[in-house]
């Protein structure tokens, strides 16, 4: 069967509010990084295409840098200073994983 691409895309993946009202904007992984093996996951709805870095502002929109996430962790809400998303290990076995945020100031 055959995959239809659309011709644009949103410039970035998300965008998500986080602690102390932190801006976290993930690109998307550009499609040079995907493989065939990433093609089932994409159909399940995984997100691989999702990079694993986020861009990170301040509240005043002033760039404080980049945030790399580890490898097989997928964030999917803010909770105060952590970060509540879902990890997927080797065998694709997923799991709720929580990472503590530091070092953001107002």
């Known amino acids: 069967s055959a995959f239809h691409f659309n011709?644009?895309?949103?410039?970035?993946?998300?965008?998500?509010?986080?602690p102390k009202g932190?801006?976290?904007i993930?690109?998307?992984k550009p499609v040079s990084a995907l493989?065939?093996?990433?093609?089932?996951?994409?159909?399940?709805?995984i997100p691989v295409d999702a990079s694993e870095r986020f861009d990170l502002f301040?509240?005043?929109g002033e760039y404080l840098g980049v945030v790399s996430l580890p490898p097989g962790f997928f964030p999917e809400r803010f909770r105060g200073d952590?970060?509540?998303g879902r990890?997927?290990?080797?065998?694709?076995?997923?799991?709720?994983g929580v990472l503590k945020v530091e070092g953001i100031e107002h």
């Open 7 to 18: 011709q644009t895309y949103p410039p970035f993946r998300t965008l998500t509010c986080g």
């Open 22 to 24: 932190s801006i976290w």
């Open 26 to 28: 993930q690109p998307w």
């Open 35 to 45: 493989t065939k093996d990433d093609l089932p996951d994409l159909m399940a709805g």
């Open 58 to 60: 301040n509240r005043q």
């Open 82 to 84: 952590h970060l509540i």
């Open 87 to 96: 990890w997927r290990d080797s065998l694709g076995l997923e799991f709720v």
